[in-house]
């Protein structure tokens, strides 16, 4: 897949998400939540130098702090959304051509 096509799916997951448990729930933590994850993808889309890390360490905390409580509610869902951010991470992190998008 094209480079810029990966971080716009990746940018829309990160709005679509927030959106979303914006729906499910709606709090102050998840309206920030949401204005983050906008600026990031203005980052991600920008593209400024090693926004793909800082998005991958963002994701990689929001991932490990809210699954121990997904685990023991087995809310699928979220844990669908742990598994896709995991995905986004290792798109942001491990491919060699994203990297190098962002130097």
Sequence with gaps: MD????????????????????????????????????AISVMLLAPIKYSNYITAVILGVVVLANFPTNIANAAIIYLIEAVVDIISIVALVGKKEVRDYFK
């Design 3 to 38: 480079i810029k096509k990966t971080i716009k799916l990746i940018c829309g997951w990160l709005v679509g998400k927030s959106v979303l448990n914006l729906i499910l729930g709606f709090s102050l933590s998840n309206i920030c939540m949401l204005v983050m994850f906008i």
